[in-house]
């Protein structure tokens, strides 16, 4: 008798702290309540990349023919019920005529000037034509930042 009873403490303990770790596995917002996962993403703000000109009007170089490659990179605003969740999505074609790595460096500054946020992204081994599309979460605190690529690259992809 008293082994059951030893068991079937065990097993309410084992039931207790299981079920307190899958509670303690949801997020609340500020009320208490659950936050939802996120569902469709916002898109707040849209960065084009620049088209390569060459400001004299002559040939264009290497590398601005390179940067058309990234077709879109902009602000994907997910955030909803309070939590911040703002992420950096892109789209990249390869317009060269060899599997392609690329890797690009970028920053977000807000109204007054100040960088809040930088960081790299890399794709690789893009085949000739291929488009393909990714996403980051960032840290960013707030949506409404201006998105500079401060250096891109192509390279021959092995």
């Known amino acids: 008798m008293q082994r059951r009873l030893i068991a079937a403490t065990v097993v309410t303990v084992l039931m207790t702290v299981g079920g307190a770790t899958v509670v303690g596995c949801g997020t609340t917002d500020e009320d208490g309540g659950s936050t939802p996962a996120p569902t469709t993403p916002t898109q707040t703000e849209e960065r084009q990349t620049d088209q390569g000109e060459s400001p004299q009007g002559g040939r264009e170089d290497p590398a601005a023919n390179e940067r058309k490659d990234l077709i879109s990179f902009k602000i994907d605003d997910r955030s909803q019920a309070g939590f911040t969740d703002i992420w950096v999505t892109w789209t990249i074609k390869n317009n060269s005529s060899e599997k392609s790595n690329y890797s690009w460096n ?19 081994n893009v085949q000739p034509g291929q488009t393909t599309t990714g996403e980051m979460p960032t840290v960013i605190k707030d949506a409404n930042v201006k998105i500079n690529i401060t250096d891109f690259e192509r390279t021959k992809a092995y």
């Open 106 to 124: 970028w920053e977000a500054v807000n109204a007054s000037g100040t960088r809040v946020a930088n960081s790299t992204e890399y794709v690789n």
